[in-house]
């Protein structure tokens, strides 16, 4: 399959209410409920572009015009604010994260971040992700239904403390764990959604959301700032966790990161890409039950190149069939539907004037289910991704331009990690009569009733 991008031209005058239109607010609480039917119910009834109103916020311009998905991520950083439209994820991550920065700033930051997540660096942790599947995998009852969703957390959360914050099993070690896991909770509840709103941002006290909130914050940041003050102290020769290689990134001028955006951009790694990863997990796991020829294929591939050895980076690569299916399940199951840039200036985007304040919302949902890209765009078919290379405007899990994730490479690094321990060691079915449908966890959309499933005994080849 070769993509092509197509394009709709619309004109938009330049007050908000000659915005395009879009739903009620009635209709716009299915977001919450279901976003995927919400996003296919718009599509039908207001075709590329429509608009979502919601009190006290500017409006959200959402569309799934490749030809404006581009002009989004080429355009002018200046102009086209990521940082500003993901202000509502803040409450818990911090305000020095890179997510919630803008412009020359947001660069300068996001360059000294980078290398710790450059490809080749994925190889020093695959011993570890391998690792954290497998004791996950061990705990799982045989016979008897359980969640998988859960179990995918926990495999990520494990995966994050150690290759990410580099603690080990020690008495801080375990310290972070439990509280890192308490405030997970919390930011991935319903309380946890209407903590983004700054108004209920208020401490009433340890038992209010936002007191308890505040509190394992501050816990947790104790042993952070311990931590970065004990490895400088002791040196960070031999380290390959990313907190140690942010705690000796240098700017420019020679200065370090200061504390406080270390401990920001720790937070925001762990509570984004602890639970998008686990989700986008569990969707894989959703579609190979409900794809039996895809998931036996795939277990072929895993068995064929592991040949009954221990599975370490040197297979990672060879994975082609199963980093296949991971892209078609991203394509059809995208944890985060959209993406958004506020608007600092009047913007002319795929032939439309949008005003100021207004935030453009490109919809990965939408965009990846255009048939004129996506050839039958309903059907889960690996395929495509081994026949050609999608334009990164047609396809984009991770966003895209100088704003696409950075953890993209070590998200589907440790995805084709899971997914071969999963497929080589142990059999699943589905549980009858179930159908998923996505349901929010913190900023992800992952399968409802945390995906049951049932293992019925080892794998065999």
Not at 93 to 98: D, N, Q
Not at 180 to 208: C, E, H, N, Q, V
Not at 440 to 450: D, L, Q, T, V, W
Request: with cysteine; glycine share 8%.
């Amino acid at each position: 399959m070769k993509p092509a991008v197509g394009s709709t031209t619309i004109k938009f005058l330049m007050p908000h209410s000659a915005l395009p239109a879009g739903p009620g607010l009635i209709a716009t609480f299915d977001f919450v409920r279901n976003p995927f039917r919400f996003l296919d119910a718009c599509a039908r009834r207001y075709g590329d572009w429509f608009t979502v109103r919601v009190p006290g916020v500017s409006p959200f311009v959402f569309t799934s015009d490749p030809a404006a998905v581009r002009e989004v991520f080429l355009g002018d950083p200046d102009a086209l604010h990521a940082g500003e439209a993901n202000r509502p994820l803040g409450a818990f991550m911090g305000e020095r994260s890179s997510l919630f920065l803008d412009g020359a700033e947001h660069l300068r930051q996001r360059r000294l971040l980078l290398p710790a997540f450059h490809g080749e660096r994925m190889a020093s942790h695959a011993d570890a992700m391998r690792t954290a599947a497998d004791n996950a995998i061990a705990s799982w009852p045989t016979g008897r239904q359980f969640a998988i969703h859960p179990q995918m957390r926990a495999i990520t959360f494990e995966t994050i403390i150690r290759t990410v914050f580099g603690f080990a099993d020690d008495e801080s070690g375990t310290e972070l764990r439990a509280l890192m896991k308490k405030l997970f909770a919390l930011y991935s509840s319903r309380l946890g959604t209407l903590l983004s709103l700054p108004a209920m941002r208020i401490d009433a006290g340890p038992w209010s959301p936002w007191g308890r909130a505040v509190r394992l914050t501050r816990q947790i940041d104790s042993i952070l700032y311990a931590e970065f003050a004990r490895r400088r102290k002791e040196g960070l020769e031999g380290r390959a966790d990313v907190l140690s290689m942010l705690l000796a990134a240098r700017y420019e001028d020679g200065q370090p990161l200061p504390d406080n955006v270390i401990r920001d951009e720790m937070y925001t790694l762990m509570l984004a890409g602890h639970e998008t990863t686990a989700a986008t997990m569990a969707w894989i796991i959703n579609r190979l039950l409900t794809n039996p020829d895809v998931m036996e294929r795939a277990r072929a591939e895993v068995f064929s190149i592991l040949r009954d050895q221990q599975l370490d980076s040197s297979h990672v690569g060879k994975l082609k069939y199963v980093e296949a299916v991971i892209n078609e399940t991203m394509r059809l199951d995208p944890v985060i539907p959209n993406f958004g840039r506020t608007l600092k200036r009047p913007l002319k985007i795929a032939g439309g004037d949008l005003p100021a304040g207004v935030t453009i919302a490109p919809c990965i949902y939408l965009v990846h289910r255009r048939p004129e890209l996506w050839p039958n765009p309903n059907q889960f078919n690996p395929n495509r991704f081994l026949e050609s290379r999608p334009s990164p405007y047609t396809f984009l899990p991770f966003g895209g331009g100088a704003r696409r994730c950075l953890g993209a490479a070590f998200a589907t690094y440790q995805m084709k990690i899971v997914i071969a321990e999963i497929l080589s060691r142990v059999e699943l079915k589905p549980v009858d009569g179930y159908v998923a449908r996505a349901t929010r966890r913190g900023i992800a959309f992952a399968p409802s009733e945390g995906l049951p499933v049932i293992a019925t005994g080892a794998a065999v080849s």
